[in-house]
């Protein structure tokens, strides 16, 4: 297989120029009305594609993508894929990068092995091989990235929608809203807590009114949190148990262990602010 | 990026040096701060058992992946007397949690995958794991 | 030799955590507090944790004692400053604290220890 190595080499490194420019026709031609990105900058990613490629493939190992010679390669896709993915980009038109370079490369090919049929026939498939292994690796990687873009929003939505409110001096409060997945509980947890410790706040109020069902793990990880709350030397309020929410705690034999519940936000204020001392009067009317 | 490292376990220092590791290895790999303070503690608790039961011994740490996702990896292994019954040791007995014998089962509900293979005479080694 | 440091605030004593806790400062602690207690009749104790970023059962045991000692010698104990993510991994953990209340800070701390030494009463631990 050496020989194979050695021919892409020589094809990419002779005609590297030639090449370029009808593989940025082919891409010109789908990123056409494309804003995102600029004919400079394509041009500067095709360049430096096939300047990798071709360091990548003087040395042997043609087959494995694994290996260390490839990883400048693999990298520059995994960064391009990264960009396109935060700019929105799909995973084909992602891909559409790398196969839009087969044309250009096969007409090559034709050029140079025209007359002896079997050879340009390996020459097509090492290439296909190639470059479909180096498609692949781009989508991989460009949904990762894109995983990655989800989650960041995800977290950036969670801080925004269960957000720790001072209700009083000494009280704060937690109201939740949607359904709480394990991970979110965490989350939204602790930074309670944090919080707890920043103000130096007696009591804490989770309020679940806005939560329609919650399960094993969540309720687990809800009295988790008043533990720890309590282990903290704080007190602990959980308000808003929907009737069905009240429900399943018994059915899921889940234990209050003396926790405190009220049915409203309103009422959990009051016990806090009498726990506190506080009495309150009208001085009007 | 912590790969593959090692200490020795003689003493009680050994027990402060080795949560500074895990720490430091935790923070590395970017871990929150409850799931840093959640293996350091165990590790804490497995060290403690190998040089106060075990007569000393080693911990080994090593980033490790899967599906994607990182993780670490704790190996602490002792020459000691061995666990006589393991299913005792592992058996959650107090709710009061004084933290009287050797706090294994504490251990394992701080960490992801918890591993053991004690044998009398012989020794005790504990691999557990916790996943970012 | 590494000793705890413990400070006279009134009819109280500040202990404030901010070293490795070894055998032999665990010790030595116990040693000096009682010791303490005993010259200045102190009522009250508070065990400052917040520069603990782990609390093991080592440690929470070493907590029990102290409070336990402190009580015989007619002394109430408060916990303070206790870190989240301490207090997280303790309820994994499994460990509770019982026979030591907890308290967010030194103010509340001593509140809490002069509301029992009012009630001169014995003062349950809180989970």
Not at chain 1, 179 to 186: C, G, K, M
Not at chain 1, 199 to 223: F, N, R
Not at chain 2, 96 to 105: D, E, H, N, R, V
């Amino acid at each position: 297989m050496t020989n194979a190595q050695s021919r892409t080499h020589t094809i990419v490194k002779k005609y590297g120029n030639e090449m370029l420019a009808g593989w940025m026709n082919e891409l010109s031609g789908s990123l056409r009305t494309d804003r995102r990105i600029s004919q400079s900058e394509l041009s500067a990613q095709t360049r430096e594609f096939l300047a990798l490629l071709e360091t990548a493939s003087s040395s042997d190992g043609i087959q494995n993508l694994e290996g260390a010679q490839w990883t400048p390669l693999r990298d520059f896709l995994d960064s391009i894929s990264r960009s396109r993915a935060e700019q929105g980009f799909s995973s084909d038109e992602t891909a559409m990068f790398i196969f839009s370079f087969k044309k250009p490369l096969f007409e090559r090919l034709r050029k140079d092995f025209g007359d002896n049929p079997q050879l340009l026939a390996e020459e097509t498939w090492n290439a296909t091989e190639l470059l479909d292994k180096l498609g692949l690796h781009t989508i991989k990687s460009f949904q990762r990235a894109r995983e990655a873009v989800i989650n960041r929003q995800q977290e950036e939505l969670l801080e925004l929608s269960t957000p720790v409110v001072k209700l009083w001096e000494g009280i704060l409060a937690l109201p939740m809203i949607g359904t709480l997945d394990s991970a979110r509980t965490q989350v939204v947890m602790e930074s309670l807590l944090q919080r707890i410790v920043e103000t130096g706040s007696e009591t804490a109020i989770i309020d679940i009114t806005g939560v329609p069902t919650v399960d094993t793990l969540t309720a687990q990880h809800l009295l988790k949190t008043v533990t720890a709350i309590r282990m903290m030397g704080a007190d602990c309020i959980i308000s808003g148990i929907r009737p069905q929410i009240a429900q399943t705690i018994v059915h899921l034999g889940i234990d209050l262990q003396g926790i405190t519940t009220k049915a409203t936000l309103a009422d959990a204020l009051a016990l806090a602010l009498k726990r506190m001392g506080f009495a309150v009067s009208r001085t009007k009317g | 990026m912590a790969r593959n490292e090692s200490l020795p376990l003689a003493s009680e220092q050994d027990i402060v040096l080795a949560r500074q590791a895990i720490r430091k290895a935790a923070l590395q790999l970017g871990f929150s701060i409850v799931d840093q303070t959640k293996i350091v503690t165990a590790a804490s608790e497995l060290v403690r058992n190998a040089v106060v039961y075990g007569g000393g011994g080693t911990l080994k740490w090593e980033t490790v992946a899967q599906n994607g996702k990182q993780g670490l990896r704790l190996t602490i292994s002792d020459q000691g007397r061995g666990i006589e019954d393991l299913t005792l040791a592992m058996k959650d007995g107090w709710t009061t949690g004084t933290g009287l014998g050797m706090g294994l089962p504490g251990a394992k509900r701080l960490v992801n995958e918890f591993k053991i293979v004690s044998e009398r005479g012989v020794g005790t080694t504990v691999i557990v794991t916790r996943w970012k | 030799m590494e000793r705890i440091p413990i400070l006279g605030m009134g009819r109280f004593l500040l202990v404030t955590i901010q070293i490795e806790m070894d055998d032999g400062v665990a010790l030595r602690l116990q040693e000096d507090l009682t010791a303490r207690i005993e010259k200045t009749g102190a009522r009250g104790v508070l065990i400052d944790i917040s520069a603990l970023e782990m609390v093991d059962s080592f440690i929470g045991r070493m907590i029990g004692n102290i409070s336990a000692m402190s009580h015989i010698l007619n002394a109430r104990t408060v916990l303070i400053g206790m870190q989240p993510a301490v207090a997280i991994t303790l309820v994994e953990l499994g460990l509770t604290l019982t026979g030591v209340k907890t308290a967010l800070n030194v103010e509340r701390g001593m509140a809490l220890l002069a509301a029992s030494d009012e009630d001169g009463e014995d003062a349950s631990g809180q989970e």
